[in-house]
């Protein structure tokens, strides 16, 4: 069914209490978020790296990964939408900026809410792909003579989120139910890992770019323990971030310059 991976039951608001435990495990296990800032601009992959000062619902971000180090990625005051996932639940939330850090790396004072949303459960752990993972994809849609070269978003036992420029992929015909071979390059100087994906939908572009979710097709064993390994290899190294010392990392009582 192409609903395989996204059969998540109706998602609901959280209580007051349910939501203090939510952000309060966001914090204590420094979890991977998606931050959206607006339809025209890309989704950052970012790390809560602490508790903020301005109230029980604040939280601290780390500089998004692919953003540029040298200015803020987000600015005091603007509005945020976090998504992330615990246990296999998806979570998401409206966040506000409330201070930029002078640290280096920057971070984020967020304070969340007042509704945070329970989306569903997912099958499989998904971890997301950051630029430094140097993970690569080539997908050939049958039929097309040149692959594909997407950018892969996150990634897991069941499946995988690439992105394309929305004008090539309008124009190749992506849409949900098409299947298409997908190499998988997870490490430098590895064997590259092939298998075929069906899309199961599309998302909406941000700066030009089309998301689109996919699940494997008939995948082989060896194919599904190499991706397994990354996955796992991946989490740990995610549990394993740490928070920025106060002196380099708090954010300022001050906004940013």
Not at 27 to 54: I, K, Q, W
Request: a negative charge; hydrophobic letters at 40%; charged letters at 25%.
């Amino acid at each position: 069914m192409l609903e395989h991976d996204d059969l998540f039951p109706p998602q609901y608001a959280l209580t007051g209490i349910e939501t203090r435990q939510a952000l309060q495990h966001l914090e204590r296990h420094r979890l991977p978020v998606s931050v959206v800032a607006g339809e025209d601009r890309p989704e950052f992959p970012s790390t809560v790296v602490g508790r903020g000062d301005s109230g029980w619902n604040a939280i601290v971000l780390s500089h998004p990964a692919g953003a540029s180090p040298e200015q803020p990625a987000f600015g005091t005051g603007e509005a945020l939408r976090l998504l992330w996932t615990e246990d296999r639940v998806r979570y998401s939330a409206q966040a506000r900026v409330v201070r930029v850090g002078s640290g280096d790396p920057l971070t984020y004072e967020l304070q969340v809410g007042p509704e945070v949303l329970r989306l569903g459960r997912r099958r499989t752990l998904r971890v997301p792909i950051e630029p430094n993972d140097g993970v690569r994809a080539e997908l050939l849609i049958d039929g097309r003579a040149e692959p594909l070269i997407p950018v892969v978003r996150d990634l897991s036992v069941d499946g995988c989120r690439l992105s394309l420029a929305a004008e090539l992929a309008h124009g190749t015909g992506l849409g949900p139910g098409l299947q298409a071979a997908l190499s998988l390059l997870l490490a430098d100087g590895a064997e590259r890992e092939h298998g075929r994906i069906q899309i199961l939908h599309i998302g909406p572009a941000n700066e030009g770019l089309l998301d689109f979710g996919a699940s494997w097709l008939a995948p082989v064993p060896k194919f599904k323990d190499r991706i397994a390994r990354f996955v796992a290899i991946k989490q740990y190294m995610l549990s394993q971030r740490v928070a920025p010392s106060p002196a380099s990392g708090r954010p300022d009582a001050s906004p940013e310059a």
